[in-house]
Structure formats: C-alpha cells, structure tokens
C-alpha cells in the first residue's frame, strides 16, 4: 500500500490518521520517513537517491527496522506538507548540499562517518533534527510518540508551543503493528473531535455575524 505518494484526501478517504511514521535501522542506524504506518521499495528508492558505502541501500526486512516515532497532526494537509518537507531535507543532505552535511558529521580516525560495528548513530540524529526544524518552519503543531524517553534530545530544541511529546507503549512495541493501528485509530478520534468542535465554532460565529432583520 505505501507504494506511491498519499493525498491529504486519499489518507482520509482510506481511514488513515494525519500522521508521519518514522521508521530506523536496528543495524545502520538509517532512517525512513512514511506517510503509512507501513514502507515499501518505494520510499527506500524515494530517500536513499544516491547511496555509497557510508550509507547503504537499504533493505526492507521487517526484522532490521523498528518503529522510531510517530507524528501526529492537527490535520491532514499539515501532514503531508511536513512528510514532503522531511523527504525534501534528505535530499539536499544527501545530494545538493552533502559537502556541507558532511562537515557537520562526526568522523573517525581515517574521516569516515564515525560507526561502531554497522550503526552510524548520526542518521536518527539528524532525522530528530530535521523533524523538529520542520515542524518550526511549517509552524505545525503535533504530537509526536518516541520509542524512548532519550531518542527526541533535549526539550531546549523543540518549540513546547507547538509540539508536545508522549512515549510509545513498551510492549505494544513488541507488536508494532497492532501499537500503529492503536495510535491511527485514537489520531483520527482526536482529528473527528477537532473538526467538529471547530464546525461548531464557525457555525456559532456566522449566527453571531448574521445581520438583525
């Protein structure tokens, strides 16, 4: 199903929540970004656009990827504004602007990006970044869910205005699909909530602006 790019009104025509679903690499560290609750060759090919030996293509074995965090917004156009924004980042990191990505990365000895093993931990950490400018830039308000209390960095580097932050469940974690099918279902109760209560706020501020007969 996460085979192309998703509508703001296809993503509610089919029951999905306005959400962004980040995705890592148990073993690289390598992050993807998905409008689905779900990801594909498709977004494999649509963020890693030029890979090379410090960042692989990679793999879409379900075994190696666990559920990083889960974005969720006021509404549906918010959503996929912010997820073409998070994939328009990745490439000018990886392709417009990579020398200057570069100098910002930690290196080892032979100035390499700095690894232990496969894992180069600067991927999730420039994902966190990215989805915290975006959401800055856009002046989007969400909530985001992390797998850890740690994984969204200090709290100085997020606007408390507009995002607020809650842990995923540690052992819906065990079973990722059932714990995204939970959180699709209580995003899309919070966005019927949202837009009724601001139906009726319209509906009451037209009554108020109606001329005197």
Do not use: C
Not at 6 to 33: C, D, H, M, T
Not at 57 to 71: E, H
Not at 147 to 173: A, F, T
């Amino acid at each position: 199903m996460a085979t192309r790019f998703r509508s703001a009104k296809w993503l509610e025509k089919n029951s999905f929540a306005p959400q962004v679903f980040v995705f890592r690499n148990l073993e690289s560290g390598q992050v993807i970004y998905s409008q689905l609750p779900t990801f594909s060759e498709y977004q494999i090919k649509l963020l890693f656009q030029r890979p090379n030996w410090q960042n692989r293509k990679p793999s879409t074995r379900r075994d190696i990827w666990k559920i990083m965090a889960v974005v969720d917004f006021k509404n549906y156009d918010s959503a996929v504004v912010a997820y073409q924004s998070l994939v328009r980042l990745r490439s000018m990191r990886d392709l417009n602007l990579k020398n200057i990505a570069m100098k910002f990365r930690p290196r080892n000895q032979d100035g390499n990006i700095w690894y232990s093993a496969q894992y180069r931990p600067i991927y999730t950490q420039e994902a966190v970044s990215d989805i915290s400018n975006v959401l800055e830039t856009l002046k989007k308000e969400a909530k985001i869910h992390w797998e850890d209390e740690w994984r969204k960095g200090d709290l100085q580097n997020w606007n408390s205005d507009l995002v607020s932050h809650e842990l995923l469940d540690r052992v819906g974690l065990q079973t990722p699909k059932e714990l995204l099918d939970q959180l699709r279902i209580k995003a899309r109760e919070e966005f019927k909530k949202l837009k009724e209560s601001q139906s009726v706020v319209s509906e009451e501020t037209n009554e108020q602006t109606q001329p005197v007969v």
